[in-house]
């Protein structure tokens, strides 16, 4: 198709880590902080597919080369059209959020990408990903996608009390960071209450929307919750740190993970970075965005956060600062360190 870019390739000198992003509508500001979260605390190079709106394009294009060449050399990006495979285009853009469903049809369209890190735009990274890459390792034999669940607690959950559609085990899933083995995606042949035999994963997408169109809330998240309640032993699910919510803190603290660990990924859905409801994650939102690129990671990063929790101290998830700051500390140290000894490496005499 007319300005479709090919998938980009694996390095020959370096294997990236490929992370797919989609974005539409006001979504350019979230996506660009979301990926500068990414290349801040990664070690690994990184490989950027960008699903955007044609308009979306050149903006995506001209701030990703206004950043520091000590930042751009490490990673590479691919920025690709809205496009769907099957179906209805129009229905599928509509779907729940603008171009949401796009993530569905990711194994399709990155025919020469082994495996991928999806993430909403709402999303920040607080340790490397390379962390989260290594959960690839962990997937068995039937393995071939992982997310984290959708609640803790099965009595308050939204699927165990609302859901009119299969959903996988006693909550769902959340969709917002999926890891995925495209190629175990591309090989399967899925259960499905279509037919007696199994389906590709895109001969099913549209006739399991068309059967239970009617039922979902979520769009294309209620999709992946059906697919996997057919085929659970097709899910790793990771815990709920990799994940992290305003339904982690806001009713009270109930993700055992990140109390113990720290958040590792922060997802800011229900708009929480660009209103006053949950303002721990806004401020995160808000340090990382204006964080200078070549500044010192302590004193431009991390003790402004440490301020600004200072304000939040008044709600639930303001109350348990640690939960947020624990890897974001960690990680830096490892920045820091490593650098103290590349210097001292390059600078010492015999």
Known sequence: KVGEQKPLKEPSSLQ???????????????TLIMLKSAVLFSNRRLCFHIFAEDSLKPEFEKKLKEWPSSYTKKFESSIYPITFSVGNAQEWKKLFKPCAAQRLFLPVILKDVDSLLYVDTDVLFLRPIDDIWHLLREFNSTQLAAMAPE?????????????????????????????????????THFKNS????????????????????????????????????????????????WNYRPDH??????????????????????????????????????????????????????????????????????????????????????????????????????
């Open 151 to 187: 609640h803790e607690i099965p009595k308050i959950g939204w699927y165990s009390r609302f859901a009119r559609h299969p959903y996988y085990g006693t909550t769902g899933v959340n969709s917002g960071v999926m890891l995925m083995n495209l190629t175990r995606i591309r090989s």
């Open 194 to 241: 279509l037919i007696p035999g199994g389906l590709t994963w895109e001969e099913m997408l549209y006739p399991l929307y068309q059967k239970y169109k009617n039922y979902i809330t979520w769009g294309d998240q209620d999709l992946l919750n059906i697919i996997f309640y057919f085929n659970p032993e097709c899910l790793y699910v990771f815990p709920c740190q």
């Open 16 to 30: 990236c880590m490929h992370l797919a992003v989609v974005a539409c509508g006001d979504r350019l500001e979230e």
């Open 249 to 350: 803190c806001m009713y009270g603290s109930n993700c055992r993970g990140a109390e113990e660990e720290g958040v590792s990924i922060l997802h800011g859905n229900r708009g929480v970075y660009h209103d006053d409801k949950q303002p721990t994650f806004k401020a995160l939102y808000e340090v990382i965005r204006d964080f200078p690129f070549e500044d010192n990671l302590f004193q431009s990063l991390y003790y402004p956060l440490q301020s600004k929790f200072l304000d939040t101290v008044h709600t639930l998830c303001g109350r348990i600062p640690q939960v947020f700051l624990k890897q974001i500390e960690k990680t830096m140290k490892k920045v820091y360190e490593n650098r103290v000894i590349v210097y001292l490496g390059a600078n010492h005499r015999y």
